[in-house]
């Protein structure tokens, strides 16, 4: 039997009517079976029942087959089914074309971004993390050719960072032929680009005089480019090039959908190129750099660091520091990592590692505490053959009874080798003043030494060679022989510098010599 419907179109205003509402007037004839199939046919409408009396049950039913509205007719009146109707108008109503469209495409364009952020994050270096994004924007946009270009660290050029192509033979053709890599400011599509400030569309790239790369462009059968400039704080930070055999369809939404993604993508390169730049830098310094965990434990290294220590950068990583340390030298370490933490300022000192082949380092560390960051960051450097120099010195030096002074003018600060320590029999904890160097010669070797001392400051002369007698600490007296020299700034004595050496036996020896050759 078929339904009976009532029509209450001429009690209600036009615009709250639709050809997508329908009232139906339910009595005994009419079914369960019937209400549920009539419901389920005309789901994507708001059908609204009217029932003389309708038990809880039933009613609970017909908004569970898709009622959007049940009424009896005791509460059947105007107010009542105008408020209906504005909720269907509010939650119900059919998009139009254009407006589900445009949701369409923010649904595709949330989908581009979301797996482009996806294939990014997947990327360990700046150029693949690059060519992940050309490659989402040649899904995306169904251009050909993807080109990044990245500005120089001095602003002034662009330079061909990464490309990408689909599998057509023209896309193929143009990056193999392709020999264009910079460009500077207003050169070729990129560099007007960037001169403009603004997206560039050029059309017929094969008449196009201003196309730098028209031979490729002709035998790739390129027909049509477009650039959009990437800037950030004001400052340019790359191009995107995109080029196909054909016009896409839908200029309009290109332009647009390019440059919000240009305004999107800016911050994201910035922030890249100096990821990029600061790796780059670490990668090619050749000092040992490193980041510890205020535990000691390695988090991040250079390559410098891993050249160096023999190790690679995945054993090196999570690795505590004093694992690489020379035992001997493991206790001291962690007695300078603590004064590190404790430290204001960058503490320096020296150790040894080991290599994995057992051979050991002598290295020169300077760490910083990072507070903030609660990280220790370390600057080291290899100066085993410094040292081993240092040590060929020392032994030459002591089989020939010669020590090395310096003194700092402006400071009286005063150094001593350390065979000048021991020729005298001074321990090396004593600190060394002018005054105090002067205290170890007699009286008469004291006055010599500061005659001298005072040619050379005035500018008299520019270096001295005196033999004179010293006091030890076990109060013998030593014949010595000083040599310095000055060295100047603006005229003006800043430092000096010379050796120290024990001439006794040569004194002792050189009046039997004499009477020799007298002989």
């Not at 089914?81 to 469209?101: D, F, I, M, T």
């Not at 995109?242 to 993508?265: D, Q, T, W």
């Not at 510890?292 to 390695?298: A, D, F, P």
Request: aromatic content about 10%.
């Amino acid at each position: 039997m078929a339904p009976a419907s009532v029509d209450f179109r001429n009690e209600f205003p036009a615009h709250l009517l639709s050809p997508h509402v329908i009232f139906w007037y339910v009595d005994g004839r009419v079914t369960e079976r019937d209400v549920k199939k009539h419901l389920r046919k005309h789901s994507e409408c708001a059908v609204v029942i009217i029932g003389k009396s309708i038990a809880p049950a039933a009613l609970a039913r017909y908004y569970e087959w898709g009622a959007f509205d049940v009424f009896t007719t005791d509460e059947l009146n105007v107010s009542s089914l105008s408020k209906s109707l504005v909720r269907y108008v509010h939650r119900k109503a059919p998009r139009n074309e254009r407006k589900a469209a445009q949701e369409t495409l923010l649904l595709k364009e949330k989908d581009f971004y979301l797996n482009m952020n996806t294939s990014v994050n997947d990327q360990d270096n700046f150029r693949k993390r690059y060519d992940a994004v050309l490659r989402a924007l040649l899904d995306y946009t169904q251009f050909d050719i993807a080109e990044g270009w990245i500005s120089s660290i001095d602003h002034k050029k662009l330079i061909l960072e990464v490309s990408h192509h689909n599998d057509t033979e023209s896309a193929k053709n143009f990056i193999r032929i392709n020999k264009f890599k910079s460009t500077t400011l207003g050169h070729g599509l990129p560099g007007v680009a960037w001169k403009t400030g603004q997206l560039e569309l050029w059309d017929t790239m094969a008449n196009c005089k201003n196309f730098t790369r028209i031979y490729e462009a002709k035998r790739a059968r390129i027909q049509f480019a477009v650039a959009v400039p990437v800037f950030y704080a004001g400052r340019i930070q790359g191009v995107i090039q995109l080029m196909g055999e054909r016009s896409p369809e839908n200029l309009v939404y290109l332009r647009r959908f390019l440059i919000e993604f240009a305004e999107r993508f800016g911050g994201a390169l910035h922030r890249l190129k100096q990821e990029h730049e600061t790796g780059s830098y670490l990668k090619l310094v050749p000092d040992m750099l490193c980041i510890l965990s205020e535990k000691g434990i390695i988090s991040k290294v250079n390559q410098a660091f891993s050249q160096v220590s023999g190790y690679s950068r995945l054993k090196l990583l999570g690795t505590p520091i004093q694992n690489l340390v020379h035992p001997d030298d493991i206790k001291a370490t962690r007695s300078l990592l603590t004064k590190v933490k404790r430290s204001k300022t960058p503490v320096s000192f020296q150790n040894r590692l080991l290599r994995p082949n057992g051979e050991a380092l002598y290295i020169d560390w300077s760490i910083a505490h990072d507070t903030h960051q609660g990280v220790l960051h370390a600057i080291a450097k290899d100066v085993t053959r410094e040292r081993e120099l240092e040590q060929f010195l020392e032994e030459g030096n002591r089989l020939i009874g010669m020590g090395h002074w310096n003194l700092e003018v402006a400071t009286g600060a005063v150094y001593w080798s350390p065979e000048l320590y021991r020729i005298l029999g001074i321990s090396e904890d004593v600190e060394i003043t002018l005054d105090f160097a002067l205290s170890n010669y007699t009286k008469e070797s004291q006055d010599i030494v500061q005659e001298e001392l005072a040619k050379v400051l005035s500018g008299e002369k520019k270096q001295f060679d005196i033999r004179i007698q010293a006091i030890t600490q076990e109060n013998e007296l030593l014949w010595i022989r000083i040599a310095g020299r000055a060295l100047y700034h603006k005229e003006e004595c800043v430092k000096l510098f010379g050796i120290f050496q024990n001439v006794q036996d040569v004194c002792i020896t050189e009046p039997l010599v004499l009477e020799t050759k007298n002989a």
